[in-house]
């Protein structure tokens, strides 16, 4: 297969859509594991106060992201390191004494394979593309100082790799750190994600119902009828049948 084929394949895979499984526990205090199903990519999203329970499976090689709250205009701040020997885990510990602008970390290692971990070289290539992407969104202020190094990887491994990006990016949409502004012109316009709808307040007195083809108001029918209302009506209609059939004998007999 020739570069060019490669590559173009490198761009189908990299924008086709990936589902995200998301496992959750009952204790609120876990941390929310993430994995791109039918991709390589394992990721978790963790609380600062709950980093220090983090499980020593995590001490592998990898990426992380550390994240601001986003602000009123949905601007966060991000910083974007790698973990190495010994691992994840560490990594962000240390992190809980270096700085403390962050609320959550998203961590980044290989899944399918137990026995198998990113290696140095994977772990800074990742780094280096998601500070690009990053960088390169519109809703993100980057506290890394310099652009970590992008060690140079095989067309096999970049491939491989490459298929991370866009399971990251659909995790940090579904926790509420887009990476692009909304139009003004978006659907919902700016406004509350939910619209309360009121019911209409039910008259208290039935109105008679009008015909669409202005054959109305009929005395019979009903508009929201009551079943006291109903009883009413039947009983009226019985009783005027009654006179008529009354006033009718009385003209015979007459």
Request: net charge neutral.
């Amino acid at each position: 297969m020739n570069l060019q084929v490669r590559r173009g394949l490198v761009c189908a895979m990299r924008f086709a859509p990936s589902q995200l499984v998301v496992s959750l526990s009952y204790d609120l205090n876990n941390p929310i594991k993430i994995r791109a199903k039918h991709k390589v990519a394992g990721m978790l999203l963790l609380d600062r106060d709950h980093a220090s329970r983090l499980d020593r499976g995590w001490n592998v090689p990898g990426a992380y992201i550390l994240l601001d709250r986003p602000g009123a205009q949905g601007r966060w701040g991000a910083y974007v390191g790698k973990a190495t020997n010994p691992g994840l885990r560490h990594r962000v510990l240390k992190q809980l004494k270096d700085r403390d602008h962050w609320y959550r970390a998203l961590l980044i290692r290989y899944e399918s394979n137990e026995d198998e971990t990113l290696n140095s070289s994977q772990a800074g290539w990742l780094e280096g593309r998601l500070h690009d992407h990053l960088a390169q969104a519109g809703q993100v202020d980057l506290h890394n100082r310099n652009r970590p190094q992008d060690p140079t990887l095989s067309d096999d491994d970049e491939t491989s790799l490459i298929d991370y990006l866009l399971p990251i990016e659909s995790v940090l949409r579904l926790i509420g750190h887009t990476l692009y502004p909304r139009p003004a012109n978006a659907p919902d316009g700016g406004g509350p994600l939910v619209t309360v709808i009121k019911p209409e307040p039910v008259p208290e007195n039935p109105t008679a119902y009008v015909s669409a083809l202005d054959f109305g108001p009929t005395p019979y029918v009903l508009q929201n009828p009551t079943f006291e209302a109903v009883m009413e009506k039947i009983a009226l209609i019985k009783a005027r049948g009654h006179l008529r059939i009354a006033e009718r004998d009385s003209d015979t007999l007459m």
